[in-house]
């Protein structure tokens, strides 16, 4: 099975934080990183990349939720979603080195991709 993570990257601490996460947790083989910014853009390459993923992660960090909505933008709406200010009530701010709670976060993200790989032996 192969999973996408869409980070949304945004330029506050939640958006970084939702990348250093994903960075962390990309091994290119289970885990694949999604370009948050080719979807929209309809990069061809990009979709189609995306596209071999059998399940999707949008880890947004604010509640515009642009990880989300890149994803339905290709056509893909069947995938599971972590919002770090809701989610985890961490506040949005422009301190891009606030990493407040980002181990929750990424235990949570190993739980959906745990629960993704149970479902698909299921």
């Not at 990069?43 to 515009?64: F, Q, S, T």
Request: charged share 25%; net charge neutral.
């Amino acid at each position: 099975m192969k999973i996408g993570i869409l980070p949304c990257q945004g330029a506050c601490n939640v958006g970084a934080m939702t990348n250093k996460v994903a960075l962390n947790l990309v091994d290119n083989e289970t885990i694949n990183m999604v370009c948050p910014l080719g979807l929209p853009l309809g990069i061809k390459n990009i979709i189609d990349m995306a596209n071999v993923n059998e399940k999707h992660l949008a880890l947004n960090g604010c509640p515009v939720k642009c990880a989300s909505k890149a994803l339905e933008s290709a056509g893909i709406t069947k995938y599971k979603e972590i919002t770090l200010t809701s989610d985890f009530d961490i506040p949005k701010n422009k301190n891009f080195k606030d990493e407040t709670n980002i181990n929750n976060v990424e235990a949570k993200v190993k739980d959906v991709i745990d629960e993704f790989l149970l479902e698909q032996k299921g």
